[in-house]
């Protein structure tokens, strides 16, 4: 149970992706979407957007997957990117301007509650933005009432911890240098869902039907692809909850879990490739 008192409880209990873990995911771009690439190609080939479908990316993040479905829908569709954070919205409205994709638009919103004139859209899809909601089942209806009847939501979300080594471990070594308080099963965070049973339980209660549950597993880059072992400790150390908690700690500590962090990311480097460690994802599909 965690010590609520305790100073970093909150670390890992709860992230604020409006303020400070958008910010922290903003300044890490690069190395956050090449570390979770792998899962995010596996959830758009599920997806498999068509045509003139009207699409919501819901936790678009620095809008990677929004330009992807932007791509594959094609001029006849759309896609709006939904994200509670400021500087990612207005960081991912500036890469579609970019790239022309006139398609694609975003929107800074909480998507718990937020309504669209616009709707009811044809899909929605997240891509591990999903698992943060304080009322998930309240979200989840809300979710549902944008999308038409019979549409199609897609969800990304992590699988056990224990699948999930290129976290895990990462937060092992972190918890011997300082003192963390240990996840609450089924609370808001990245192993929210991690429990099938209690993803089937909201997605029911939100008022989804056929339920369709695979997996994606196998290796990704920590860090992204050819990232070295320090790259990959220095993005865990600024960009991952684990290495938030370790920031707030001295100098003398920081650098302990840094030298044991490389260690652990040394071992698993292949050239080439990078800092290559197991994952696994649940990739949701539903009907409204």
Not at 14 to 36: H, V
Not at 86 to 102: F, K, M, N, V
Not at 213 to 231: D, F, N, Q, R, Y
């Amino acid at each position: 149970m965690i010590d609520e008192t305790h100073p970093h409880a909150d670390a890992l209990k709860y992230e604020d992706w409006g303020g400070e873990m958008g910010a922290r995911w903003l300044a890490n771009l690069k190395g956050f979407e090449g570390t979770i690439a792998p899962a995010g190609e596996a959830l758009l080939a599920r997806a498999a957007f068509a045509p003139g479908e009207r699409v919501i990316d819901l936790g678009c993040g620095g809008g990677a997957t929004t330009m992807a479905i932007a791509e594959a829908v094609g001029p006849d569709g759309c896609v709006l990117g939904l994200d509670i954070s400021p500087d990612l919205t207005e960081a991912a409205s500036r890469r579609a301007r970019q790239a022309g994709a006139g398609n694609a638009r975003f929107l800074c919103a909480d998507a718990a509650c937020v309504t669209l004139a616009e709707a009811p859209y044809d899909r929605l899809v997240s891509r591990f933005g999903s698992m943060f909601f304080a009322e998930p089942v309240a979200a989840f209806t809300n979710l549902r009432s944008l999308l038409r009847s019979g549409g199609r939501i897609d969800l990304a979300v992590w699988g056990p911890p224990a699948e999930n080594p290129w976290m895990l471990e990462g937060m092992a070594i972190a918890r011997r240098h300082v003192e963390m308080p240990a996840p609450v099963p089924r609370a808001p965070g990245p192993f929210a869902f991690e429990d099938l049973e209690y993803l089937r339980e909201v997605l029911d209660g939100a008022g989804f039907r056929q339920v369709d549950i695979g997996a994606a597993a196998g290796e990704l880059p920590v860090g992204g692809h050819g990232a070295t072992a320090e790259e990959a400790q220095a993005f865990a150390r600024n960009a991952m909850a684990f290495g938030q908690v370790l920031l707030d700690y001295p100098q003398d500590v920081q650098a302990a879990a840094a030298r044991d962090l490389t260690a652990l990311y040394d071992h698993h480097f292949r050239p080439g490739e990078g800092v290559m460690m197991g994952y696994c994802a649940w990739l949701v599909s539903a009907r409204a």
